[in-house]
């Protein structure tokens, strides 16, 4: 080929470097090559493309449930009852044929059960959101509270932890609603109220962590006042933990609400709730399968996507599984 001249050499050689720079800052699916479908798989794998969908779906649900819904969910058409979905011939108890207006059917009310789900996940969502955002902020500071100060306050606040883990909910629940009745707020209230303690337990953890950290020491011989160690130093440190707790507890949350509502103390009837329509739907399991099916599958499909969404997400937050 000949002799190069030196300056080519720096040049060839810059080139190569170049190379082999962009070949190791490619992502790794690149890099590892394969067929398409092995490379769709490896994304797959990597990132939480169907979970993430499926909160997509239960948000856009939520959020848009007026205009989503084609029926009102409260009112049915007696003439349109028990009809089953699209893809089913007829009802094997009436004999009615499907309508493209009901595409998932109808219940003995004739009351759309795509417009049910629907608004259920709204409903759901709605206490989730409520309860997740009011247990993390309380858990948060209850918990920088005991693991910074110490003391009676910690002895106070593990104590109350303590307590709220050993009581069962679901008995709390029934009795709660025997006295007082069935109301959506007293709902939220009581999953507010044992909510709060897995984030405080953690974040007491990563803040006696925290405070024996050098940092946060040059700050006390600096004088700066607790208040200003707390929200500037420990805080932005356990960001990331009440992060990964809330995203694992949301699927929960829900799961707790429909258990609720299958046994009658949840969201008070006629409003649709997931947990509720299963109940109303195993008196017809074995005719009307669609009823409970349907609900069912919604419960699972959240929950399922809100979880792996909630260990992907520690996953992506831990240094440590960062590397797996």
Same mark, same amino acid.
């Given at each position: ?15 190569? #470097?170049? %190379? %082999?720079?962009? %070949?190791? $800052? ?29 909160? @997509?779906?239960?948000?856009? @649900? ?6 989503? !819904? ?16 699209? =893809? ?30 629907? =608004? ?7 206490? !989730? ?10 858990? &948060? ?31 709390? @629940?029934?009795? &709660? ?18 909510? =709060? ?9 990563? &803040? ?10 040059? !700050? ?9 160690? /707390? ?8 960001? $990331? ?7 694992? $507890?949301?699927?929960?949350? /829900?799961?707790?609400? #429909? ?32 009823? !409970? ?13 809100? $979880? ?17």
């Amino acid at each position: 080929m000949g002799c190069l001249t030196r300056a080519s050499g720096r040049v060839e050689v810059a080139s190569d #470097a170049q %190379t %082999t720079l962009d %070949t190791v $800052n490619a992502p790794r699916v690149v890099r590892e090559g394969g067929t398409p479908l092995r490379v769709a798989w490896r994304v797959l794998r990597r990132y939480p493309i169907l979970p993430a969908f499926i909160v @997509a779906v239960l948000i856009i @649900a939520a959020v848009f449930a007026p205009w989503l !819904a084609r029926h009102d969910p409260l009112v049915g058409k007696l003439r349109d009852q028990d009809r089953p979905p699209i =893809w089913q011939e007829s009802s094997p108890i009436s004999g009615k044929e499907p309508l493209w207006e009901y595409p998932l059917g109808t219940d003995p009310l004739g009351r759309d059960m795509l417009s049910r789900i629907i =608004w259920g996940a709204r409903y759901s969502m709605l206490i !989730a959101s409520v309860v997740l955002i009011s247990g993390a902020v309380g858990g &948060t500071i209850l918990g920088l509270i005991a693991g910074y100060f110490g003391g009676i306050y910690d002895e106070i606040l593990m104590r109350m932890v303590d307590l709220t883990l050993g009581v069962p909910f679901i008995l709390v @629940a029934l009795a &709660t609603v025997v006295v007082f009745g069935s109301s959506m707020l007293l709902i939220i209230a009581l999953l507010i109220l044992f909510s =709060w303690s897995g984030f405080a337990r953690q974040v007491r953890a990563e &803040t006696l962590r925290l405070k024996a950290s050098d940092y946060v020491a040059l !700050a006390v011989v600096a004088g700066a006042s607790a208040r200003r160690i /707390i929200s500037k130093h420990v805080l932005p440190g356990v960001v $990331n933990t009440v992060l990964v707790i809330a995203s694992l $507890n949301i699927g929960q949350l /829900i799961l707790t609400e #429909a258990t609720l509502s299958f046994l009658g103390v949840g969201i008070p009837k006629p409003r649709p709730a997931w947990g509720s329509m299963v109940a109303e739907g195993r008196d017809y399991i074995d005719t009307s399968y669609w009823m !409970a099916l349907f609900p069912g599958l919604a419960i699972f499909a959240v929950v399922f996507a809100m $979880n792996f969404l909630g260990d992907w997400i520690r996953d992506r937050l831990d240094p440590r599984l960062r590397q797996l």
